[in-house]
């Protein structure tokens, strides 16, 4: 992934942090390099196909432990 916002080992970090708190924890990534993929009204960074995967992702999280 080419996100110009991710900063290395940021996101291991976080990992690392959740699985010591004793939660689990998943890791997604998403083609492109687009961070605000979601966003429809930047069409240099939407990715529509992404942006449903990751809702039915949100979705089945929501559904598992709301």
Same mark, same amino acid.
């Given at each position: 992934m080419e996100d110009a916002f991710r900063q290395a080992g940021?996101? !291991?970090? $976080? &990992? +690392?942090? $959740?699985?010591? +708190? /004793? +939660? !689990? $924890? !998943? #890791?997604?990534? &998403?083609? /492109?390099? /687009? #961070?605000?993929?979601?966003?429809s009204s930047l069409p240099t960074e939407y990715d529509p196909d992404a942006t449903e995967l990751l809702w039915e992702r949100v979705y089945e999280f929501c559904a598992k432990h709301g």
């Open positions: 940021w996101p !291991e970090s $976080v &990992y +690392a942090s $959740v699985q010591s +708190a /004793g +939660a !689990e $924890v !998943e #890791h997604f990534d &998403y083609p /492109g390099s /687009g #961070h605000l993929f979601t966003d």
